[in-house]
Nanobody, 123 residues
Framework: QVQLVESGGGLVQAGGSLRLACAASGRTFSYYHMGWFRQAPGKEREFVAA????????YYADSVKGRFTISRDNAKNTVYLQMNSLKPEDTAVYYC????????????????WGQGTQVTVSS
């Protein structure tokens, strides 16, 4: 079992920044690929970003490329999502996810999920 707990969400004005964190516990964190998804009201959950366990590769949705950065600290069992130049359309509940399958973007279906953290961007 892998337990994931997100933090760092909140309300921010358009153009601002937030950093989300996801703390993992349970099975060896460093063996799992990690990622972030989001779900806006009335929309399906969508892939945002992912990072391989070895930190050799990162993946991003086109909508966040150049604005969001995913990183991880295996010593702290934590993955981060730095979000800059936020837009109102980034408003959503953001979920942390983990799996050992290859995190190949929107075709990734991770097994473990956090409970989500709300991000609201005002215009």
């Amino acid at each position: 079992q892998v337990q994931l707990v997100e933090s760092g969400g909140g309300l921010v004005q358009a153009g601002g920044s937030l950093r989300l964190a996801c703390a993992a516990s349970g099975r060896t964190f460093s063996y799992y690929h990690m990622g972030w998804f989001r779900q806006a009201p009335g929309k399906e959950r969508e892939f945002v970003a992912a990072i391989r366990w070895s930190i050799t590769s990162t993946y991003y949705a086109d909508s966040v490329k150049g604005r969001f950065t995913i990183s991880r600290d295996n010593a702290k069992n934590t993955v981060y999502l730095q979000m800059n130049s936020l837009k109102p359309e980034d408003t959503a509940v953001y979920y942390c996810a983990a799996d050992q399958s290859e995190p190949n973007g929107s075709n990734w279906y991770p097994y473990y999920w956090g409970q989500g953290t709300q991000v609201t961007v005002s215009s």
